[in-house]
């Protein structure tokens, strides 16, 4: 079955660090996402991403944050200057088009921030 | 912005009990869905509801989208231990083909064999 990937699973960030996480949704999906998730609380809505450009995002979602599909298969976020607030479970998530409820979730990145 | 409870936060029952757990948003939504989360996993798509008034079973999950499709409820019969896990209900903000799912704080059910 195919499945949304992610990596890394966990990393270590001192604050101030630029961190990258990695996504390879599933290949026929056109709509991808990012949510993070907070140890213990509910998954919140960061980005979605068509057609090459953000298409919506979250108060979350500040200048510090951004998204890019470099390769056509890889979809990435990156933290420029991580903060000890942006610990938390990073999930990536693809859909099919714009008709499909159903998203698809990665395994997660959990990020660490100390 | 749009805000989507669920109540209770968490659930402890017994082997082989029946449960209904409760979703209510603050707008009205064209959609719901129900996502589970198992301890240390991702959330995974249980079902999406649409229509006005729907109740969709999966075995023994029993969904449904009430009339005004403002709320929604998910019950368990016969709860097994593979069931334990946390239960999300999440709806697209506003009417306008927003991208943007809103998820509850989630169910947390734990169950005693």
Redo the contacts between chains.
């Keep these: 079955e195919p499945e949304v990937t992610q990596t890394p699973s966990h990393q270590v960030t001192q604050m101030g660090q630029e961190v990258i996480l990695r996504c390879v949704p599933i290949s026929n999906h056109l709509?991808f996402?990012w949510y993070r998730q907070i140890l213990g609380?509910?998954?919140?809505?960061l980005v979605?991403f068509?057609n090459n450009e953000i298409?919506?995002k979250?108060e979350i979602f500040d200048d510090q944050f951004s998204v890019e599909r470099p390769d056509g298969s890889n979809f990435t976020l990156k933290i420029r200057s991580t903060k000890l607030e942006d610990s938390a479970m990073y999930?990536c998530a693809s859909k099919m088009d714009?008709n499909t409820?159903?998203?698809?979730?990665?395994?997660?990145s959990r990020l660490t921030v100390l | 912005g749009q805000q989507v409870m669920q109540i209770p936060q968490y659930q402890h029952v017994q082997e082989g009990e029946d449960f209904t757990t409760y979703c209510n948003s603050s707008t009205t939504l064209s959609n719901i869905q129900w996502y589970k989360q198992r301890p240390g996993g991702h959330p995974v798509f249980l079902i999406q509801l649409v229509k006005s008034g729907e109740v969709k079973k999966q075995k023994r999950l029993t969904f449904q989208f009430g009339e005004a499709k403002k709320n929604s409820s998910l019950h368990i019969t016969a709860t097994q231990t593979t069931d334990v896990g946390t239960y999300f209900c999440a709806g697209y903000e506003g009417q306008g083909g927003s991208e943007k799912l809103v998820f509850g704080k989630g169910m947390k059910l734990t169950v005693n064999p």
Excluded: H, P, T
Excluded at chain 1, 41 to 45: G, H, I, L, T, Y
């Design positions: 709509y996402y609380q509910k998954v919140e809505f979605s068509y298409s919506e979250s999930f714009r409820g159903e998203l698809f979730f990665g395994e997660g």
